[in-house]
């Protein structure tokens, strides 16, 4: 993935982007579209930086056969968000949902808390790499008005679901092409307790 690439769109473009995706999120919202099943909620996903989060949600579409799956890992630390505001965040996080839904290719996120450096992450589906992309790239104008500088950050996994990915982490180390940073890189799987 080249620099370019892990930089925001332009503050215009990705103005348009996001006003699109929330008019295309109150559709897919009304026509209940979105869902918020539990079956990964709880879980602890262990990153090969040694960190480990838990998925405190989990948001799903309804959508037709995936063509071009891939895999996309957000991550992200909030500034001025320490103790009991991360429960309040958690909370609030909720209220973000149609600020990514109608973007074109959404299929699902496992929204993780954040881990013992107070780093958030996304671990989404998506249908499309170049769609994956540019979400990322629009969404980090939307981060960067709350987030510590630099910590911003995202990796793109081609040819892979996020099903396979939970299955089987291992499937990562098979695609030895790829730089995935150790932040992304997800290592175990932690099924949630009493599971």
């Not at 080249?2 to 295309?24: F, H, K, M, N, T």
């Not at 909720?94 to 881990?115: C, E, I, M, R, Y």
């Not at 013992?116 to 671990?123: A, E, H, P």
Request: hydrophobic share 45%.
């Amino acid at each position: 993935m080249s620099r370019s690439e892990q930089l925001p769109l332009p503050y215009s473009v990705a103005a348009r982007g996001v006003a699109r995706c929330i008019v295309d999120s109150v559709r897919l919202l009304s026509s209940g579209r979105v869902h918020l099943p539990d079956s990964h909620v709880g879980q602890k996903l262990r990153f090969a930086d040694g960190t480990t989060g838990r998925v405190y949600r989990e948001t799903v579409v309804d959508v037709a056969a995936v063509q071009d799956p891939c895999v996309l890992v957000v991550v992200f630390r909030l500034r001025l968000v320490r103790g009991v505001l991360h429960t309040l965040f958690r909370l609030e996080s909720l209220l973000n949902t149609p600020l990514f839904v109608g973007f074109p290719g959404f299929v699902s996120k496992l929204w993780v808390a954040h881990d013992g450096n107070s780093v958030y992450r996304g671990v989404y589906q998506w249908d499309g790499p170049s769609r994956a992309q540019h979400y990322a790239r629009c969404l980090w104008r939307v981060l960067a008005l709350v987030s510590a500088r630099g910590s911003i950050g995202h990796a793109i996994v081609p040819g892979v679901t996020r099903d396979d990915l939970l299955a089987d982490p291992a499937v990562l180390d098979r695609t030895p092409a790829l730089a995935i940073p150790d932040w992304a890189r997800l290592v175990e799987v932690e099924d949630r307790p009493g599971a």
